[in-house]
Each structure stands twice: as C-alpha cells, then as structure tokens.
C-alpha cells in the first residue's frame, strides 16, 4: 500500500517554514526522505529507523512515530534550494531488501 | 563522490521493439534496484536484485522484463517488446546494505519513450 503523504502541494515565501507528513497503513520498520527536483534522480534526506527517532539535515529535520506509522518532515526558514518534489520511501516489515515503496510526494515550491 | 550512471539518457524506440537500459552501480554496493517514474506520477519499485539473482520483484515486474549483471559492473534492465506505457523515467539506484541505516543511491534515470 501506497503511504500517503501531506499536503499535495506547499507554495512558501524564503525563510518561512513547511511540515510534510508521510502515513502508512502498515507497520513500517524505516522511512527514507527523498527530495526530487523536476527532470532529475530521487537525492536521499537522510532515513529514520526507530520510532521515535528524529534527525537533522542542516535546517530540514525529520521524525518517525513508529505506533502512529506516520513520518513528518520539517523545513525550517526554507531556501529557495528546497523547493521540488518530496517523497518518503517506506520499508515494511517482512519486506524484503531495501525495497522502498514511495509516497504519493508533495511539490514545494519557495518562492523569494 | 561515487555515484551510480545510466546510459541512455534519453532513448526513443518504437513498439514491440526491445530496449536496453543500462546502468553502473557504485563499485562495492551490493544491492542493485530498479524504479521506474511516469511522467508527474511518483517513483514506482520494480525489482531488487541481490547475489546474481531477482530478490524481489513488483506485479509491473512481468514477463517482459528481465534484469542481468552481465559483468562485475554493469546491470541492465531489458524490456522484450516494449509497449507506450513502458514510457517513464527508469533509475536504476544502488545500495550497501539491503536494511538499516543505509541509503539508496540513485542514478539520474534513462527517459524511455515508446511510440
């Protein structure tokens, strides 16, 4: 099942900031955050392992609710750098390899 | 940095004709994958691919598709008889590990456009 991800789009002015939020129906053993600018490869934000668990990239962070199956990640005082396509990549139990499934993603766009 | 390359870019072909994408992991990756992205849609798992053989693979993984590592280097992905709705963005993406903190790294995907 395809996780859901929230909102579809975001339209921010520089230095304001976002919270996108990736659900799933299933028990999730990670979430990787990926960012996708238009015509271009998937780049890896970083991956939450344990519930629970946040993390920070510069000025964009992330944290895991594991009971919840929900993932949220978070754009502080946002650059015009940030904006593209976000999607998160789940990895289920019982899943096999690093088979990630992505998220419906979210379009950001910072605009000065 | 290490990075994961795709050949073709771009590659235009016509219907029923087969297709070969191919693709450079990262030297000491261990997992290779294929996605694949229709136009605006997200980015879609295909198969994973592990010790010479399909780890995993998804129901748009049919019979038409089929995945080799032909040398030490190089994976490819072939499509038998392509049809219009194989056109999408295909990255083919490489990874250490297959679980736990380790990411995928992905290439910068072949446009295939079947017409």
């Known amino acids: 099942q395809q996780p859901v991800q929230s909102p579809q789009a975001v339209i921010l002015r520089e230095g304001e900031d976002a919270v996108i939020n990736c659900s799933s129906s299933?028990?999730?053993?990670?979430v990787h955050w990926y960012r996708q600018k238009h015509g271009e490869a998937p780049v890896f934000l970083m991956i939450l392992l344990k519930g629970g668990e946040q993390k920070g990239h510069e000025k964009i962070s992330a944290s895991f609710n594991e009971k919840k199956q929900q993932s949220s990640l978070y754009l502080t005082a946002s650059q015009l750098s940030y904006s593209g396509t976000y999607f998160c990549g789940t990895e289920v139990y019982g899943g096999a390899t690093n088979k990630l499934i992505f998220g419906t993603g979210t379009l950001l766009a910072v605009q000065p | 940095e290490p990075e994961v390359t795709q050949t073709p870019s771009h590659q235009v072909t016509q219907m029923g004709q087969e297709v070969i994408l191919r693709c450079v992991p990262i030297?000491?990756?261990?997992?290779f994958y294929w996605y694949r992205q229709i136009l605006g849609q997200k980015v879609e798992f295909l198969v994973s691919?592990?010790?010479?053989?399909?780890?995993?693979k998804s129901e748009i993984f049919d019979d038409q598709f089929s995945v080799e590592r032909p040398d030490g280097s190089n994976f490819t992905l072939k499509i038998r008889s392509t049809k219009l709705e194989d056109s999408a963005m295909y990255f083919c993406?490489?990874?250490?590990?297959?679980?736990?903190?380790?990411?995928?790294?992905f290439g910068q995907g072949t446009r295939l456009t079947v017409v």
């Open positions: 691919f592990y010790n010479n053989e399909i780890s995993e």
């Open positions: 030297s000491n990756h261990l997992y």
């Open positions: 993406a490489s990874s250490f590990l297959d679980r736990g903190n380790t990411e995928a790294f």
């Open positions: 299933k028990a999730l053993y990670s």
